[in-house]
Every structure is written in C-alpha cells, then in structure tokens.
C-alpha cells in the first residue's frame, strides 16, 4: 500500500520554464511534508519542506503547495535550470506517536538547455 | 563537518549468503535510520536507531536487522540474501528523532545479489 505516491516517474521541461512535481498521499495522519532531490552516485539531500499548518512555503526558485482537503502537494522550480536535472522524492511524516518518513516513489525531471 | 559515509559503496553476494553494511552518522547526530531503493519503489523505510535503541521498523522481513554503537555508528545485516534484496541501501542521520528533523543522506551501498 503505497501511501504517499508520485504518479509521473519522469518529466522534461525547457531551461528557463516552470517544472512542476507532484505528489499525493492517502493518510490524513501526515502532518508534514518534505521534498529531497537526488543525484545519480549520491545520497539524497534535503530542498524544502511544509507543514500541514500552512499552504504554501517559498525558499528562492523552489516552492511547495500543500492543499490538504485533497491530500496533494506540489513542487515548483521557477524558472528552471539544467542543475535541478535530477530525481525529486517527496516525503511525508505523522509528528504524533511513533513517526517515520514515507517516501514517494520519485519523479526524475530533466530540464533541457 | 564530515557527512554521512557508508561502507562499503558497492557489495556483491550470491544467494543465501548475509552482508552487513555500515553507516557512519554526521558528528553529533544520535538517529541513524536505513532505507532500501528499488527501480518503482522509491525509498522504503527499514529502521530508525536511536541512542542504541531500534526506535521505528519498516514492513520487512526478520532477515533485515540493524544495530546502533554507543559512538551512533550503525550496521545493517541481511541474512540468507535473496535476489530481491538487490538494491540501493542508504541511511541517514538527523540529530534527535523528532520527526521534522531534516535527515542527511550517505551515498548509499549498492548490493547486488546473484
């Protein structure tokens, strides 16, 4: 039972354009919401993240969207540029009781020059 | 200060053999957790350890177990290896269990079972 799901396992954008990752999620439990981004031979390291107290977080080019009542969340890149080519997880986190991070499956974006 | 390293980067076993992997966290992280990444499976939780104690366990079998030293060091052990134990491994340090700590990746131990 995949509980936090990425539909889209690859996306293309041209250099300068909006990306747009998205991410869904079945439990309501989930009370915040991270996005790392990965490189092939790394580990994956950490972008941004939101909690379920607002809608919407900024950091520079990248922001998340959360809209709850539909258990969605989104990840902007604006404008984007051939360094965000990557894969981009989303993760999801119940802060009460016993926690532990559910990763989606991942979204590999590539973005052309 | 020095990221997470993981040992050994590449491992390759035949079936019904066991692997331990290692993980060193970041100085002064005391939450070690490990994941397993598949093709279509993204990152699928394992364990968490903190402070020497198994604190979270993920939907695998027993033939996957962990441990944690008293310097925060972790080791992953699978026994009686399977071809579909074939993965990415990779764990993480974060600097107390609470869940909205940011965690810090290794590069991972690329196992490949034959």
């Known amino acids: 039972d995949q509980q936090v799901k990425q539909n889209s396992p690859s996306l293309s954008v041209q250099e300068g354009r909006i990306s747009i990752l998205n991410c869904d999620y079945t439990n309501s439990m989930f009370d915040y919401f991270l996005w790392y981004k990965k490189y092939p031979a790394e580990g994956p390291t950490f972008l941004i993240s939101i909690s379920s107290i607002k809608d919407k977080n900024e950091d520079g080019r990248f922001t998340v969207f959360l809209n709850k009542s539909a258990k969605h969340l989104s990840l902007h890149i604006v404008p984007s540029q051939p360094g965000d080519s990557a894969v981009y997880f989303c993760?999801?986190?119940?802060?009460?009781?016993?926690?532990?991070?559910?990763f989606g499956t991942g979204t590999r974006l590539k973005v052309l020059a | 200060k020095a990221g997470v390293t993981q040992t050994p980067r590449y491992l390759i076993k035949t079936r019904g053999q066991q692997v331990t992997l290692s993980c060193s966290p970041i100085?002064?992280?005391?939450?070690v957790s490990w994941y397993q990444q598949t093709p279509g499976q993204g990152l699928q939780f394992l364990f968490e350890y903190f402070s020497e104690t198994q604190r979270n366990k993920g939907n695998f079998p027993g033939r996957f177990s962990g441990r944690q030293f008293s310097n925060s060091r972790s080791e992953m052990n699978v026994s009686t290896l399977e071809l579909g134990d074939s993965a990415l491994y990779l764990c993480?340090?974060?600097?107390?269990?609470?869940?909205?700590?940011?965690?810090?990746f290794g590069p991972g131990t690329r196992l490949t079972v034959l």
């Open positions: 993480a340090s974060s600097p107390s269990s609470v869940g909205t700590d940011t965690q810090y």
């Open positions: 100085s002064g992280h005391r939450s």
């Open positions: 993760a999801a986190i119940t802060t009460s009781g016993t926690y532990k991070y559910i």
